[in-house]
């Protein structure tokens, strides 16, 4: 991988402008300090590595068929061997790469790291800044089909007036953003970070909008409530009130008084909790260290686990276009294996053991801008709306929608994007 440099070359420079990307540097920036500085960035991985990666592939030790005729061992080796064989034969990281070499991209070090961020600003005047969180074992690649839909509405049946300026950053120890050596990135620090990159960016206003990882981190922004901030936007929104967060934990019957869809929603947390669904979320908050040196070494080892993740393997292999979609995970698992993070993107969990759906956890009552939130019906965990009202006192926006989940903006990107530009539009007036 090319390390960027604070000098960016002639050639970066070109690569750069012709992408509209220097337009997007803010004013003054020949200013910055040199740490602080916005620098162009090309990703470029060497072929060395590529070839590597398929050397491991091919030589991986396959273990015997699963015992059972589910997923409950674990994933599958019927559909876990042909993605990893696919992957070390037919699959061409190179498309990726120039998909991504083909949007403005930067580096910035914040609080002692390397920030990567995507930046597109929209050609249409007016337009909001917002501010996007990916989560694990997603990045930024679930994230770039809404590029189009935000950026430029009028060309995916959208309005112009609702146009978004988009920064998408790598969180700490993910893809090409830097691997802290310190403790202390938790989804707090994170937002601390993105308070200043977009104060680096020159944004006086903007608005902020997270699932998975995204929903803390965009949360705890709206806790800290930073200059400019006027809202934020979840689709994995933290709305289990109390004693619904107590029985679960105990294992007990649900609470009384919950009307029938909240009944509902309980019983489908109890049998997620029960069916052991989360336990890579376990071992990655316990032992983030020794589960990623087991995964650090394997090609195979890393995708297994990954697929572990409920709404990355239902999507991947629930979707109507599967050829397609696997090809676009294996864009996500090689960022994953290519940049060497499988251990430092795990350790956010570790950072963070709180229950991210708690509205107790998350501190819900201590925000107090406008909060909007989307449900999409294939989501791990589809919140009520009167439980959303009780954790949220700001909540302006809140609607169900009938496709997609867990990777919404990745799944249903057209969708995703209409409803940010419908959640976010009252904020786009003068206050």
Do not use: C
Not at 5 to 24: I, K, N, T, Y
Not at 33 to 47: L, S
Not at 117 to 133: D, E, Y
């Amino acid at each position: 991988m090319a390390e960027p440099s604070s000098h960016p070359s002639r050639r970066d420079l070109v690569a750069a402008a012709a992408a509209g990307a220097l337009s997007l540097l803010p004013a003054g920036l020949a200013k910055a300090a040199e740490g602080d500085a916005i620098r162009p960035f090309t990703v470029h991985i060497p072929q060395s590595e590529i070839d590597e990666l398929r050397r491991r592939i091919a030589a991986t030790r396959w273990p015997n068929r699963e015992t059972v005729n589910d997923q409950s061992q674990g994933i599958q080796l019927a559909k876990i061997k042909p993605l990893v064989e696919h992957w070390g034969t037919g699959y061409d990281w190179r498309q990726v790469e120039a998909k991504l070499n083909a949007l403005p991209q930067f580096m910035t070090r914040i609080d002692g790291v390397d920030i990567h961020l995507v930046h597109v600003r929209s050609k249409h005047p007016n337009a909001l800044p917002l501010i996007m969180t990916h989560g694990w074992p997603g990045s930024v690649f679930e994230l770039l089909k809404t590029v189009g839909p935000l950026t430029d509405p009028p060309a995916h049946g959208g309005r112009a007036e609702d146009a978004f300026d988009l920064v998408l950053p790598s969180m700490p120890g993910y893809g090409f953003s830097g691997r802290p050596t310190e403790t202390g990135w938790g989804p707090e620090r994170i937002a601390r970070a993105w308070a200043e990159l977009m104060r680096r960016l020159g944004y006086a206003r903007y608005v902020a909008q997270g699932g998975d990882w995204g929903s803390p981190v965009s949360s705890a922004m709206a806790r800290q409530a930073p200059v400019g901030l006027l809202g934020i936007h979840l689709n994995l929104p933290a709305t289990i009130p109390p004693e619904v967060d107590q029985a679960l934990a105990a294992g007990g019957p649900a609470p009384a008084g919950l009307s029938e869809k909240e009944r509902a929603t309980f019983d489908g947390l109890s049998a997620y909790a029960k069916m052991g669904s989360r336990s890579y979320a376990v071992m990655m908050g316990t032992r983030p260290q020794t589960i990623g040196l087991a995964i650090t070494d394997t090609p195979a080892g890393l995708a297994a686990w990954m697929l572990g993740h409920p709404g990355f393997a239902t999507w991947t292999y629930s979707s109507s276009d599967p050829e397609k979609t696997l090809d676009e995970v294996l864009d996500d698992i090689s960022l994953y294996w290519l940049t060497n993070t499988a251990a430092s993107s795990a350790r956010i969990y570790w950072e963070n053991k709180s229950n991210i759906l708690s509205a107790t956890s998350e501190k819900t009552a201590e925000i107090s801008l406008p909060v909007a939130i989307t449900i999409f019906p294939e989501e791990v965990y589809r919140a009520p709306e009167t439980w959303a009202r009780r954790a949220y006192h700001h909540l302006t926006y809140f609607h169900e929608v009938d496709r997609g989940g867990h990777f919404a903006a990745w799944e249903q990107p057209e969708l995703f994007s209409a409803e940010l530009r419908e959640a976010f539009r009252p904020l786009r007036k003068p206050i």
